[in-house]
């Protein structure tokens, strides 16, 4: 099953800029304060910030949780578009693999559930499911509508 790797990240990018930025944090939001409420400056403090080596260990360690987030939530994706796939009875799963084979775009299991969902029928469905349900809020909001308009009228 073709499908494209991931890349990692080689870590955070600390570059002087960012780290000036980080130093007049706490400047800026006094300014911000002092700005934006006048009578009362001294009873609004900035969040106090870390020392720089803790904000840049922070950022990386964020980058790489967040990184791992996203890499699992893919991974999650691909495992219930391969079950959807392999729920499938073998003539389905042939024709998903021609058009897999042919398709032109990202290689992602956003685009390979598509696929799957377009021949087994679960996207039909949950297009007509979707349009029921907008029906009946339209009919909500009309009736709502209405029932305004004889308020105004009264």
């Keep these: 099953m073709r499908f494209e790797r991931e890349p990692r990240t080689e ?3 600390w570059t ?9 944090r706490e400047a800026r939001e006094a300014e911000k304060i002092a700005r934006d409420y006048p ?8 969040r106090p ?43 389905m799963r042939a024709a ?4 897999w084979d042919q398709w032109r775009g990202p290689a992602r299991p956003l685009y390979f559930t598509y696929v799957v969902e377009k021949h ?4 039909e469905e949950r297009t007509r499911r979707l349009r029921q349900e907008e029906a ?3 009919v909500r909001i009309r009736e709502r509508e209405n029932s305004q308009a004889r308020l105004s009228l009264a």
């Design 39 to 46: 009578l009362f400056v001294g009873q609004f403090q900035p």
């Design 120 to 123: 087994n029928g679960v996207g």
């Design 49 to 91: 910030t870390l020392p720089v080596d803790d904000e840049r260990k922070r950022r990386e360690r964020m980058l790489l949780e967040s990184e791992q987030r996203w890499r699992d939530l893919q991974a999650r994706f691909w495992r219930q578009a391969r079950r959807a796939y392999f729920a499938c009875v073998p003539d």
């Design 96 to 99: 998903i693999m021609a058009e």
């Design 11 to 13: 870590g955070y990018n």
């Design 16 to 24: 002087a800029r960012k780290e000036a930025l980080f130093v007049r």
């Design 136 to 138: 009946a809020i339209v």
